[in-house]
């Protein structure tokens, strides 16, 4: 039955005679068997016995099943088959409820299975799976290692913004460099697409009273700032639906301000929120409640009722002095010589509550000021409603001044001295507050630091430089996928309720998460530089979280094979804080010489794994998708 299925869907591309590689690569394609042209030409190559580029039926035949028919998987079919060529609907039901820990498996979920991948058209009528509609099936989508569920916006978006992670990017328009590289509306567009929701935007005054974008201080391009807000306006919710954020450094004089705001105005519409919402009037909105919404982050004259209160009047030409006092550097390191406890921290927070307004006031008077003033156009002040740019000055100053529509920008420097010293406070301060880290000046290669430990202690913006590809960025991209990749991720309870005592540092032994993962096989893997299979490959997997759930475990060697190397080595992972935690699988050649080379990653939170069989698709240094190739596991956990 399978030969006559076979033979007459590729009888007729033979009808000529024997095919080159090309055709046998599409001929596969056309089976519905995603294959790597590099792996095709290589087997090709060993089937072709006469060696003239050209093969019979038969040899096809022979490169189908070599690509197709993998042992591992005939393995299980094998043991759920009771006669090994065929699944009965009973049997597909068991295999889903023991193996794939589906809970529901009812007939009509079988049935759906069969008739979706099943491609016998008698064995789909007599309600089975073949062998074929099985590699079918444990090939699709459904057998992904991301659990269906993640791939969909699931969370409950109607917390306040503070509540999330939210997808941010540094310096956006640059592709290279911090210092000679070019602007490049790409760096735009590309964050959008996956999914980022919060841009950078460097406004400087450009000539003909047109502002423009780029690195100031540097020979890095510019780009007018209105082709820039008209690339974001084109695919700003193309991927995601939740609210973008414009972060704006503005270095531009008052009237090209005015500039930026009408551009703002003129090419978003109602898209633009330049008003508080009625029921968020002393209260950040959520997620859903700015869908389709751009948001402008900037400085800002007064509060959002002022705004308001402003709303139709002439702003042309209207112009305040904006002015804040700075702390000096000496007093912020006076303050962190030691590491402070909870019980510390909470006793202060108790005084503050005790202390008389007036003297809780003073006592966040600084001796030592430094003054900066700026002039701000109203007309782009009023553009700024709930995410009101604040500097930071201290923790206590933020309890006692700051206003819910105010986030901060904090440099990745400082803020590692503060979450080594005041980790409680941080994190005190990331449940009412957004904040925002960026990297340090000193990345003038525009490399980028490990946002996991910033996420630990709830940032909800941690900002890359989304054009440099590594680790920081598959942490970054992995985090993400969460949610239907929408850019916005529900922060875990410990980091939103006000009366945790959670510590990134300090994790009681109380209910792990058990971890096993059995790593099978490898899938057609990149085979990058080389032209041959036979490459010795190997698989590390890296767990990150809070520092103690850091760690790596790694493969053997397997020799000569990037086809379809065989592993089957199981490795567990005890997690104290899932919800944090993000799963890294690196495959590499090994290289005696020059070091091993990277093949390909696939990064997703621990939470977001599917049990049972599954595929684990792996993606390039830039994050692109270098499918087929794949990795073959079986997962399951215990809390």
């Known amino acids: 039955m399978e030969t006559r299925w076979f033979l007459s869907k590729i009888q007729d591309e033979f009808r000529g005679g024997k095919i080159n590689v090309e055709k046998a690569h599409r001929l596969l394609e056309k089976l519905d068997i995603p294959c790597n042209y590099g792996h095709v030409k290589n087997i090709f190559k060993d089937n072709d016995r006469q060696k003239q580029g050209r093969i019979t039926i038969e040899e096809f035949r022979a490169i189908y099943r070599i690509i197709a028919h993998r042992e591992e998987i005939a393995e299980i079919f094998n043991t759920y088959s009771e006669n090994r060529k065929i699944l009965f609907e009973s049997n597909l039901a068991k295999f889903l409820t023991q193996e794939q820990f589906i809970t529901k498996v009812t007939k009509a979920f079988v049935s759906e299975i069969i008739q979706k991948y099943e491609p016998i058209e008698e064995v789909k009528k007599a309600r089975q799976m073949s062998f074929e509609g099985f590699i079918r099936f444990m090939n699709s989508s459904e057998c992904l290692l991301l659990k269906q569920q993640c791939t969909k916006v699931y969370q409950d978006m109607t917390h306040p913004l503070k509540d999330y992670f939210i997808s941010s990017s540094h310096n956006t328009y640059l592709i290279s460099d911090q210092l000679l590289g070019p602007s490049d509306l790409w760096g735009y567009v590309s964050a959008l697409v996956k999914g980022c929701r919060c841009l950078e935007i460097d406004c400087w005054d450009g000539s003909q009273n047109e502002p423009v974008v780029y690195h100031g201080y540097t020979l890095t391009s510019k780009l007018l700032f209105k082709t820039v807000v008209q690339a974001i306006h084109k695919y700003a919710f193309m991927t995601s639906q939740y609210p973008v954020v414009l972060s704006l450094e503005n270095h531009c004089s008052p009237p090209q301000q005015e500039v930026m705001a009408d551009i703002l105005q003129t ?14 009037v002393d209260k950040l909105p959520s997620p859903e ?41 000496e007093e912020e390191e006076e303050e962190l010589k030691e590491v402070e406890s909870y019980d510390n921290f909470m006793l202060r927070l108790n005084q503050e509550k005790e202390m008389d307004i007036k003297k809780a006031l003073a006592a966040t008077l600084f001796k030592k000021k430094k003054t900066r003033k700026m ?31 105010e986030n901060n920008s904090i440099g990745e420097t400082q803020a590692r001295k503060l979450l080594k010293m005041r980790a409680y406070e941080f994190i005190f301060h990331t449940r009412s507050f957004i904040t925002r880290i960026y990297p340090k000046a000193t990345r003038a290669d525009s490399s980028n630091f490990n946002p996991q430990e910033f996420w630990n202690i709830g940032c909800q913006m941690v900002a890359l430089n989304f054009q440099t590809p590594g680790l920081p960025m598959d942490l970054q991209n992995g985090k993400f996928l969460d949610n239907g990749g929408s850019g916005y991720i529900l922060k875990p309870y410990f980091l939103r309720d006000i009366k945790s005592n959670f510590h990134p540092n300090k994790i009681n032994d109380g209910n792990p998460f058990t971890l096993t993962i059995r790593l099978i096989s490898g899938i057609q893997l990149p085979l990058n530089n080389s032209s041959s299979n036979k490459i010795d490959t190997l698989v590390i997997i890296e767990v990150f979280g809070v520092p103690n759930d850091q760690t790596k475990q790694q493969t053997r060697v397997i020799k000569k094979n990037a086809f379809n190397p065989r592993w089957n ?5 005890i997690i104290q804080v899932p919800e944090l935690s993000l799963i890294r699988f ?17 990064t997703l939170p621990v939470l977001c794994m599917d049990q049972g069989y599954r595929r684990v698709p792996l ?10 190739a794949s990795l073959f596991v079986y997962v399951w956990y215990i809390r």
């Open 289 to 329: 409640a700015l869908k389709f919404k751009v948001l402008v982050k900037n400085k800002k004259i007064g509060s959002i009722k002022e705004t308001r209160a402003r709303q139709g009047s002439n702003k042309r030409g209207k112009v305040e002095e904006w002015e804040e006092e700075e702390a000096e550097q």
């Open 619 to 628: 993606c390039s240094k830039t994050g692109e998708s270098l499918e087929p």
């Open 375 to 405: 002039r701000i156009s109203l007309a782009l002040s009023d553009l700024v409603i709930y995410t009101k740019a604040e500097k930071f000055k201290s923790f206590q100053h933020s309890r006692l001044h700051q206003q819910f529509n």
């Open 586 to 602: 690196v495959v590499e050649s090994q290289g005696l010489i020059t070091g091993n080379e990277f093949l390909g990653q696939y």
């Open 267 to 280: 090419t978003f519409g109602d898209s633009l929120l330049s008003d508080m919402l009625d029921d968020f």
């Open 569 to 573: 080595e199981t490795f567990t992972f």
